[in-house]
């Protein structure tokens, strides 16, 4: 079992970063891959990013591509994603997720946390 919480949401300024973190719970962390889902209002939860469990690989939208980073740290149990350049459609809440695999797809995860809020002004 892992449990997820995320955090480092908030409102920022078009052109502005965050940095959010989901800490993870539970000793297998370091053997899943962790993945960031977004889902705006009236919209559909979409990927963000995904890592693998040693960190070696990395899947990105082509919407975040240049801008977003995700990384983790297996020692703390916690996987990042710097958003940089933030847009107004970066807007979501944001959740991150483990599964065994690396991939964007939504229905390959197992553990989800309960999200973060995202608001970026123009």
């Known amino acids: 079992q892992v449990q997820l919480v995320e955090s480092g949401g908030g409102l920022v300024q078009a052109g502005g970063s965050l940095r959010l973190s989901c800490a993870a719970s539970?000793?297998?962390?370091?053997?899943?891959?962790m993945g960031w889902f977004r889902q705006a209002p009236g919209k559909e939860r979409g990927f963000v990013a995904a890592?693998?469990?040693?960190?070696?690989?990395?899947l990105y939208t082509d919407a975040v591509k240049g801008r977003f980073t995700i990384s983790r740290d297996n020692r703390k149990n916690t996987v990042y994603l710097q958003m940089n350049s933030l847009k107004p459609e970066d807007t979501a809440v944001y959740y991150c997720?483990?599964?065994?695999?690396?991939?964007?797809?939504?229905?390959?995860?197992?553990?989800w946390g309960q999200g973060t809020q995202v608001t970026v002004s123009s």
């Open positions: 539970g000793r297998t962390f370091s053997s899943y891959g």
């Open positions: 997720a483990a599964g065994p695999k690396t991939t964007g797809w939504d229905d390959e995860y197992d553990y």
């Open positions: 890592i693998s469990w040693s960190g070696g690989r990395t």
